[in-house]
């Protein structure tokens, strides 16, 4: 049942309830009083007063004497009161034990006349709540008596007798009306009556308002506050994060499908917090599994998230997160780093330090598209990877090797000071055989002091440790005289060398690194030289729109599409290495395209086929390059 | 060599003997005189006693080192003013700029490195002793 329907009914059977009641309760005290106005004994009626005289019908005192047997017609011994019974409307038949047609006066010593009790008294009898006899009757009319009376009224007077069983008259009365007075009497009684009954009925209804007040009260306790409160009590339960609180109201009504509702969406968000709850978790668990520092950042650089790596990352000792400018100093400052996140780039650094650690970082924005978000930044993502070891190693690596390369460069300066002494005396010269074990020697040791010279310049170049020294630099002289060095070389293989320079190019100069550029264009054409068995190299200058190049074309053995793959490749020297043993350290042309990289141009190798020859290319910007 | 002057006198200062015989060797066959020391200590002591015009030494030594050397061969005014090429087999590997800069700063004139060829080595020492 609705509950604003069981409302209405407690309210309204309240109502109803007090209503009855009050009412029945009235009527029957008005019954009562009805029954108690019939009910008077013979006492109370004989102290009534006699004698009173109304018009109209409605009740009759009579007195009734007694009459002394002794005398028949003597006066009354004793008067006694009493009703006998009710008179009809038209007086014409009382229920009476007998009735005396004519009538006499009563016997008060008048003779003639009726002694009247005045008003007053019989009011008095009235008011003192004594008779009430329901008699209709008529009187005679006795005007004489109206003197005596104040208002006009005309009395009637009924004479009778009463007869015991014996049948002898026992006694003699007279009936008077007294109508007046009993209305009178009977308005003040059901006025009386009206108040009592009135007030009686507004203290009953006035509790029983206030039994509905109660009852209302405990109906809306326990029907709707207590519910309620249990409903207030598992929101609360929810509000402390106790999911699992579940409510049972076993009404039908609005509360009781509210108290349903309440279930439903607590088990709905116990089972979502349990799901999210999940998903962090595996989601924590991954970040803290990573074999990487990670951090989550907001916009404004603040950290959001961090693995234990990363907190183990930035202080071993105390594990506590130093501000990220610690980490990006001196390479980029936090609010820089800021700008290129909100402008959704990502950001690297190779190496950063933080006190005698290195890592190596990568930034990257985080975006998300949502509802009412399009692709928006919210923050970034740091990964951390520790490359202190690495970078030790690295290091160590470089020493040694460096250290290594370095200490060999010592003996095989004496090697090639005094093989380059002994072919100046003039008995090597002299002995062939001598000249050529002697000659051979050098070319060893020269060789040798090459690759050790190319394997620092490796190290060098790759630990980003040469510097360039940029001068305007004729091309034109510098490879001239690389031809030069190199041209007794091609002499005693008999192959041409030629050099092929425009006249507009002969005067060209632009910005580049005088040694490191004669290096590429030695490497480039010794390499022309040992790869050709017959024919020649020509070096040619070419001049374009934004750059310069220098072709390197030889007739020599070719490089198949396999080692070209390797071509510039450290430690690869392709098929010449196993014809060729005299040459190369495998590094030349990756040190070569290195430097012409450092110089913002490129080495390549233009086209080549195996038996035919091959043609490299260096090109270099025309501009030249900025100074470092 | 020159005819008109007697040869130049070169002193030659490194810790390493063979390396240091063969540029004597060297440089003895072209004309010049040489004369040697295995240590700043020794090369200072020679410098000052005997005048060379070029002092060739090597950087890295032990008793004393090539930079320090020089220091005081400044120092001294007797000798302050013979001219130093320093000899660098690049002391630190990884940083080979090092010597170079060393040398600049204690007043060394040039530096030569150490791999160089001796017809090379000749054509500097010719061009130091020109100026």
């Known amino acids: 049942m609705r509950l604003s329907l069981k409302v209405i009914l407690v309210i309204a059977a309240v109502l109803l309830v007090s209503f009855a009641s009050s009412v029945s309760s009235s009527l029957i005290a008005l019954k009562e009083n009805q029954d108690k106005s019939i009910n008077l004994s013979k006492q109370e009626f004989l102290n009534l007063s006699q004698g009173l005289f109304h018009n109209s019908s409605n009740l009759f005192f009579y007195t009734l004497n007694t009459i002394d047997a002794e005398a028949p017609t003597g006066t009354a011994s004793e008067t006694i009161l009493s009703y006998i019974g009710d008179i009809d409307p038209n007086g014409d038949n009382i229920n009476v034990i007998n009735l005396s047609d004519h009538t006499f006066l009563p016997n008060y010593g008048h003779a003639g006349g009726v002694t009247l009790l005045d008003p007053t008294t019989v009011n008095n009898a009235f008011s003192q709540n004594k008779v009430n006899l329901t008699a209709d009757f008529e009187f005679n009319n006795f005007s004489q008596f109206a003197s005596d009376t104040t208002e006009n009224i005309t009395p009637t007077i009924i004479h009778f007798h009463v007869y015991n069983n014996a049948g002898l008259a026992v006694g003699y009365g007279d009936a008077f009306t007294a109508e007046k007075v009993r209305v009178e009497y009977l308005q003040e009684q059901s006025n009386n009556l009206f108040s009592s009954f009135l007030l009686l009925f507004l203290v009953i209804f006035a509790g029983a308002l206030v039994l509905t007040t109660v009852v209302i009260f405990f109906f809306t306790r326990y029907v709707i506050i207590k519910p309620l409160n249990k409903i207030n009590f598992g929101l609360e339960q929810i509000k402390a994060n106790k999911l699992a609180t579940r409510i049972t109201v076993d009404k039908k009504d609005e509360i009781g499908e509210m108290a349903d509702s309440f279930n439903t969406m607590a088990s709905h968000l116990e089972s979502y917090t349990n799901k999210i709850e999940e998903a962090r978790a595996r989601l924590f668990a991954s970040i803290s599994n990573l074999p990487l520092g990670f951090l989550l950042l907001d916009t404004t650089g603040g950290i959001l998230l961090s693995n234990k790596i990363a907190q183990t990352l930035f202080s071993e000792k105390d594990q506590t997160l130093p501000s990220l400018s610690a980490l990006f100093t001196p390479n980029i400052d936090i609010s820089a780093f800021n700008s290129l996140i909100r402008e959704k780039k990502s950001y690297e650094l190779q190496e950063a330090t933080m006190g005698d650690r290195s890592f190596h970082v990568m930034a990257t924005p985080v975006t998300i598209s949502g509802p009412g978000k399009n692709d928006e930044v919210i923050g970034s993502v740091i990964l951390l990877e520790d490359i202190t070891e690495e970078k030790r190693l690295e290091q160590s690596k470089d020493a040694f090797l460096a250290i290594a390369a370095h200490e060999m460069r010592t003996p095989l300066t004496v090697i090639r000071g005094n093989t380059e002494l002994l072919l100046d005396d003039p008995s090597v010269k002299n002995d062939a055989e001598f000249k050529d074990q002697i000659e051979s020697v050098l070319r060893a040791s020269v060789r040798l002091l090459g690759i050790v010279n190319d394997f620092l310049d490796v190290q060098n170049l790759e630990g980003n440790r040469v510097p360039l020294k940029i001068e305007p630099v004729n091309i034109a002289t510098l490879v001239t005289g690389v031809v030069n060095d190199l041209s007794e070389l091609a002499k005693e293989k008999q192959l041409t060398l030629v050099l092929d320079i425009p006249p507009d190019l002969s005067t060209l100069s632009f910005n580049a690194d005088k040694f490191r550029l004669q290096q590429i264009i030695t490497n480039l054409t010794a390499n022309a030289v040992n790869y050709t068995e017959k024919g020649g190299v020509t070096i040619s200058l070419k001049k374009e729109e934004k750059t310069v190049k220098i072709l390197f074309e030889d007739t020599g053995i070719g490089i198949s599409p396999d080692e070209q793959v390797r071509l510039f490749k450290k430690f690869e020297t392709g098929r010449a290495f196993m014809r060729s043993k005299e040459y190369g350290s495998g590094l030349g042309l990756y040190i070569s395209r290195f430097l012409a990289h450092l110089m913002g141009g490129d080495v390549t190798l233009e086209k080549s086929e195996v038996g035919k020859g091959s043609v490299f290319c260096l090109t270099l910007p025309l501009e030249g390059i900025a100074k470092q | ?131």
């Not at chain 2, 890295?60 to 400044?74: C, E, F, I, Y």
């Open chain 2, 1 to 131: 060599m020159s005819i008109d002057t007697k040869p130049a006198l070169i002193l030659l200062v490194d810790d390493e003997k063979d390396v240091m015989a063969v540029y004597k060797m060297k440089l003895e066959r072209v004309g010049f005189r040489v004369i040697t020391a295995p240590d700043g200590v020794q090369a200072i002591q020679l410098a000052t006693e005997q005048h060379p015009d070029l002092i060739l030494m090597d950087m890295k030594m032990p008793v004393m080192d090539g930079t320090t050397a020089q220091a005081k061969l400044k120092e001294n005014p007797a000798t302050k003013d013979i001219k130093v090429v320093f000899l660098t087999a690049f002391s630190d590997p990884t940083n080979p700029d090092l010597d170079i800069k060393m040398a600049k700063d204690v007043g060394a004139i040039d530096f030569i490195k150490k791999g160089i060829n001796l017809d090379e080595l000749i054509a500097k020492v010719r061009s130091y002793l020109e100026k």
